[in-house]
């Protein structure tokens, strides 16, 4: 993991994180749309390790899934990974939870 956050970091601070735009269905059922730099889509809670509770919320049983919009720039990229690994990272600005439709 070490070797990853290594790599990763040197990427964020190295590559210009341009944004895209994801459309998606809220969980009110209305479109949204978000410019991202990256964006997870996930339905499992607990990935183990040290990444455990990557997106709190998210259930095999549920039918929608829960994403994590990151548009945070590469300071606040470094600090969402090392909240993720201090299991506080929704304090970090730039990153928002929200459940999805589609």
Known sequence: MLAYYARRRVLWL???MQT???EFSADNGLPRQAAVSELLAVRIRNFGGVLRELAPGASLDRKRSRLVLFTPTAGQ????ILSVVGRCWMQVSGIELIHSRA
């Open 77 to 80: 990229s470094i600090s969402a």
């Open 14 to 16: 190295t590559l210009n």
């Open 20 to 22: 895209f735009a994801a």
